[in-house]
């Protein structure tokens, strides 16, 4: 089946630590697109890739850096510069004008 | 950039009745979409309309582009409908969307 698959679907992080969330789509979709998602609230763009091997800054960028590096795949890391990480990630993707289909998300907590 | 408020915040129905969700915007725009986000937190597509009617099931969406606003409408409706409802909109050439706050729905039996 096409779709987007996010992994794990839980994370800790340990302070001071990197930690890596992997986004893959077989939907041979252009875009690609990463939002953070706090309690109670609506979801906000991270950052976003319009094609392979070039990526741009959302809303809230600051403590996160991605890759695309494959058409496949879009994976954000959590940096030790984002101070408030414990969140749910969402990814998603899209071609042309059409909507955009998410992934299941990863749950990030801290230890 | 684009604001995106929803209305109600919170909703609570019994099952079999019907409801009506706004969403205003405060820009023209490209692309709108209507999310269910389930207790689980899968994000389910609804619908893509930035203009126009459209009817899926039990579920039925209108945006009035020129006056700015999306109703989402949910009849006779079932405890499997109960979540988070999110409308998203996009104004630019990139498609990136802009998520409302939601309208935390709870249907009882």
């Known amino acids: 089946d096409g779709g987007i698959t996010q992994s794990p679907k839980y994370l800790f992080r340990k302070e001071g630590q990197n930690v890596t969330l992997s986004c893959e789509q077989n939907l041979n979709h252009d875009a690609m697109y990463w939002y953070r998602q706090d309690p109670g609230q609506g979801l906000r763009l991270i950052y976003y890739?319009?094609?392979?091997?070039?990526?741009q800054k959302g809303d809230i960028a600051e403590g996160y850096s991605v890759s695309r590096e494959k058409k496949e795949s879009f994976p954000l890391t959590v940096t030790s510069a984002q101070k408030n990480p414990t969140a749910f990630y969402l990814c998603a993707s899209s071609t042309g004008r059409q909507p955009q289909h998410f992934g299941d998300g990863t749950r990030l907590s801290i230890l | 950039g684009i604001q995106v408020e929803q209305s109600p915040p919170d909703l609570i129905l019994q099952e079999g009745a019907n409801s009506t969700l706004r969403c205003n915007f405060s820009?023209?725009?490209?692309?709108l979409q209507w999310f269910h986000q389930n207790p689980w937190g899968q994000l389910i597509n609804l619908f893509y309309i930035p203009s126009g009617t459209k009817q899926n099931g039990r579920l039925s969406a209108t945006t009035v582009a020129t006056e700015r606003y999306s109703l989402l409408y949910i009849s006779s409706s079932q405890t499997t409908d109960s979540g988070v409802y999110f409308c998203a909109v996009d104004g630019g050439a990139t498609n990136k969307l802009i998520f409302g706050t939601g309208t935390l729905l709870a249907v009882q039996p």
């Open positions: 820009d023209s725009v490209n692309n």
């Open positions: 890739s319009q094609i392979v091997n070039d990526f």
